[in-house]
């Protein structure tokens, strides 16, 4: 797989598909609890309201919308 659709930001242009007139705005960026992992909270501004996701980086280095499995 191209390193490029690893990204976050091809998993955002994916998912949400931003443009100037719906723009997105990072909300927050962190880790989760268990096992570390990273996830970022991004939301899309549009007439009819938000729309809000989450993308979490997997073992694999791609930006998922569903967390990694638990390593226990």
């Known amino acids: 797989m191209k390193s490029a659709e690893t990204s976050l930001r091809f998993a955002i242009e994916k998912w949400l598909a931003p ?6 705005r990072i909300a927050r960026f962190s880790r989760t609890g268990h096992g570390q992992r990273r996830y970022v909270h991004v939301e899309k501004y549009r007439p009819e309201g938000s729309v809000s996701l989450f993308f979490f980086r997997h073992d694999d280095g791609k930006w998922q919308v569903f967390p990694p499995a638990n390593d226990s």
């Open 19 to 24: 443009t100037c007139a719906t723009p997105i």
